[in-house]
Structure formats: C-alpha cells, structure tokens
C-alpha cells in the first residue's frame, strides 16, 4: 500500500507535465480570437472556454501538491529534502491561485474587452501576476536545488536541472519584456505569448523527466534516489 501511494504522488508530476502544457497549447490552438505568438497562458483563462483552463491550472497544481508530497518521501534526507519539495508546492500553490483568480483583459484579448491602454492591473489582476510568479519561481528554484542531489547519480541530470532552471526564468522574464515593449507600441505583435508557454513547456518537461526518473528508481530491483 506504501509502495501505491508513493507511486500515485510522484505519478502525479508526470500526470501534470504532461496535461497543462498540452492542454494549454491546444486550447489556445483552436480558441478564436486567441494567438500563441502573441497571447499569454494565463489568458485563456478569460474569454470563452475559460472554464477549461481554470480546471486545468486548479488540477495541474493539486497534482504537482502531490509530487511536492512523493518527492519528500523518495529523497529522505540530504540535499534537496526540505527545499526541493517546498518550492515545487509554491509553484502548485500559484498555479491554483492562478486559476483561481483570472488575469486581466490584455492586447486584445478576450476579442471585445477593453484593456488598460498603461499596463495597469486591477486587484484581480495582482494577486494573478503574484500567483504567476509563485509558479515560474517556485519551478525554476526547484530545479536549482535538485540539481546536486540529482546530479549525484549522473552529471546528465545537473545539467539538465541547471539548464531548466535557466530557460524557466529566462523565457518568462524575456515573455514580460515582450509583454511591456507590446502595450507600449514599440514591438506589435511581440511574442510575449510564445515565450511564456516555452517557459511553461521547460518546467512541466523538467517535471516530468524528474517524475519518471524517480518512478523508475522507486520500482523493485532499483535503487532509490
């Protein structure tokens, strides 16, 4: 039984790296008046369908809870234990949040609803933006931390963590520029809406590569992590 529920929680972090990225990729693929060069991911959580995303980031970040919960299980003790589980539930918790408490209309999207011409956010909007930087933090912090402590059965996995952790912040960064530069007329239509989802696509990838490592290194006749 033990050995069911560890599976089910560390299942839970391939299970949400694999949903919310799909998910939001084909959302947005087939959702009218929405761009993926040049609209965020937390747009689709407005405008029609919304409800499909607000699911998807409420269920995305219960499952990445539960990974939270099987990595501190599976790491028991040494680098990463207390910190690499405490970052990823930041990240779940912003997810949720994120769902929770929708964005704000923004270049040009939802088709019909006015944005602020300054970038300006209303009280729904902040606790959004916060929520969002839980997530893109709390994953690329991750990915800092256990990158010695996955690294100890294989250099591949430091550098693999490492370079995630740098493209997560990079890409979301680089999506906030393009997000500014676009609301000030100076790039139209500036990709902040891809570089946003390749940030999302780097952290749910790191995910669950880190899921299916530990699921294997938990199976009988494996050593753990």
């Given at each position: 039984?033990?050995?069911?529920?560890?599976?089910?929680?560390?299942?839970?972090?391939?299970?949400?790296?694999?949903?919310?990225?799909?998910?939001?990729?084909?959302?947005?693929?087939?959702?009218?008046?929405?761009?993926?060069?040049?609209?965020?991911?937390?747009?689709?959580?407005?405008?029609?369908?919304?409800?499909?995303?607000?699911?998807?980031?409420?269920?995305?970040?219960?499952?990445?809870?539960?990974f939270a919960a099987?990595?501190?299980?599976?790491?028991?003790?040494?680098?990463?234990?207390?910190?690499?589980?405490?970052?990823?539930?930041?990240?779940?918790?912003?997810?949720?949040?994120?769902?929770?408490?929708?964005?704000?209309?923004?270049?040009?999207?939802?088709?019909?609803?006015?944005?602020?011409?300054?970038?300006g956010l209303t009280?729904?909007?902040?606790?959004?933006?916060?929520?969002?930087?839980?997530?893109?933090?709390?994953?690329?912090?991750?990915?800092?931390?256990?990158?010695?402590?996955?690294?100890?059965?294989?250099?591949?996995?430091?550098?693999?963590?490492?370079?995630?952790?740098?493209?997560?912040?990079?890409?979301?960064?680089?999506?906030?520029?393009?997000?500014?530069?676009?609301?000030?007329?100076?790039?139209?239509?500036?990709?902040?809406?891809?570089?946003?989802?390749?940030?999302?696509?780097?952290?749910?990838?790191?995910?669950?590569?880190?899921?299916?490592?530990?699921?294997?290194?938990?199976?009988?006749?494996?050593?753990?992590?």
């Open positions: 039984m033990a050995m069911r529920t560890l599976t089910a929680l560390l299942g839970g972090g391939v299970a949400a790296g694999v949903l919310v990225p799909v998910l939001l990729w084909a959302d947005g693929a087939t959702r009218p008046g929405y761009s993926l060069w040049h609209h965020g991911a937390s747009q689709l959580g407005t405008g029609e369908r919304a409800w499909l995303q607000t699911a998807n980031f409420v269920l995305g970040g219960l499952l990445l809870l539960a099987g990595l501190r299980r599976v790491l028991r003790g040494g680098r990463g234990t207390t910190w690499g589980p405490a970052l990823i539930a930041v990240a779940a918790t912003g997810m949720i949040v994120a769902g929770l408490v929708p964005t704000d209309p923004a270049l040009g999207y939802p088709p019909g609803q006015p944005a602020s011409t300054t970038g009280t729904s909007g902040l606790i959004h933006q916060a929520a969002g930087f839980a997530l893109f933090a709390g994953l690329s912090a991750a990915a800092f931390v256990l990158a010695r402590r996955l690294g100890q059965q294989s250099r591949a996995w430091a550098v693999n963590s490492r370079l995630s952790g740098s493209l997560i912040i990079a890409f979301a960064f680089a999506a906030g520029i393009a997000y500014r530069l676009d609301v000030l007329g100076v790039w139209r239509p500036a990709p902040a809406g891809l570089l946003e989802h390749l940030s999302l696509l780097t952290g749910f990838g790191w995910i669950t590569a880190v899921g299916v490592h530990l699921l294997r290194a938990v199976a009988p006749g494996h050593r753990g992590t």
